[in-house]
């Protein structure tokens, strides 16, 4: 299953059907719908339309359509008739100028100041009136479909480039866990010298006395607790896990963003606490670095459906 990305734009047109009597003889098209989608990335599936007022009331099921195909995004869906195919206007009804006269006419004795209809207006009105017929819910629904399958396959292509970059970043995640791996013992070993060389020193000063044995368990004690301090295996551990399933979901895909999302959460956490355990500037270096990586990885996986 392929991983989607919650970011994406497709849009389109659809011829509307041709309406009867004259504007058919004349093979006109009473005109078209212009449909755009656009989504970007959200934590549940947030819609807004914005129609205009002929296909309003295919809202709902435009609603339940997209609804059936997208589970998270931020979503606004844009539809709009547009003008009659080719350069013929629809030429306003004599019925039509005297409703449009009568009507200015009344507005106009109640609001002398209201601006007289434009030849633009009569013309847009006359188009409004003849689309009126024109039954759009098939047309707008095969626009839909189309269009949606169009958005589907660019978030498609948005989430596999996600994908590959999110698979690089595990493997230099990976890579900076194998140099850290063989650091601790080494460190572990180096402090383990020092307090054998102090204890040495501190039994050369005693000129042959004996030295508590307090103090000789003091120092096993300090040594102890500075190796279980610094051991950073468990981190590596629970690191190597979260890797190992965030790789097994971005290959599964299918809706994984919200998981994807707590194992970064996990991974910063382990990155913040092998930088904390920090003993030698080495392995801070590996730290920031991973932190680095896994706020890249978070940008990306925010992406994700």
């Known amino acids: 299953m392929a991983v989607y990305s919650m970011t994406g734009y497709a849009s389109a ?14 093979g006109m098209a009473a005109g078209r719908i212009g449909l755009e989608i656009r989504s970007v990335n959200s934590r549940f599936l947030d819609l807004s339309f914005r129609l205009s007022e002929e296909l309003r009331q295919h809202e709902p099921a435009l609603r339940e359509l997209i609804t059936g195909k997208l589970k998270r995004g931020k979503v606004e869906v844009r539809a709009a008739l547009e ?12 019925r039509l100028l005297q409703r449009l006269n009568a009507l200015q006419d009344n507005v106009r004795s109640w609001l002398p100041d209201a ?24 047309p707008l629904a095969e626009l ?4 949606l399958d169009e ?18 970043h595990l493997q230099q995640l990976r890579d900076l ?29 005693s000129e042959g006395s004996t030295v508590p044995e307090a103090a000789q368990d003091r120092a096993l004690t300090e040594a102890t607790a500075f190796a279980i301090r610094i051991d950073v295996a468990e981190e590596l551990m629970r690191l190597s896990s979260h890797l190992d399933e965030i790789e097994r979901l971005v290959k599964k895909g299918g809706e994984v963003g919200k998981r994807l999302d707590f194992l970064i959460q996990e991974l910063h956490r382990e990155a913040n606490t092998l ?5 030698a ?21 925010q992406n994700i459906e």
């Open 83 to 94: 003008s009659g195919a080719g350069d013929t206007l629809k030429e306003p009804t004599t």
């Open 115 to 138: 601006r007289a209809l434009s030849v633009a207006d009569v013309v847009r009105l006359s188009a409004a009136e003849g689309s009126a017929d024109v039954d759009w819910t098939q």
């Open 13 to 26: 047109q659809q011829n509307a059907p041709q309406t009867g009597g004259g504007q058919e003889a004349k």
């Open 275 to 279: 930088g904390s355990k920090s003993a």
């Open 144 to 147: 839909a479909r189309r269009t």
């Open 281 to 301: 500037l080495e392995l801070t270096r590996i730290s920031v670095d991973m932190k680095v990586l896994v706020e890249q990885m978070r940008e990306q996986v």
């Open 177 to 205: 866990a194998q140099q850290a791996k063989p650091l601790v013992p080494q460190l572990v070993e180096q402090q383990r010298a020092r307090f054998l060389e102090r204890w040495k020193e501190a039994m050369a000063l």
């Open 151 to 168: 958005l589907m396959s660019a978030r498609e292509r948005e989430g596999a480039r996600l994908a590959t970059m999110l698979l690089g």
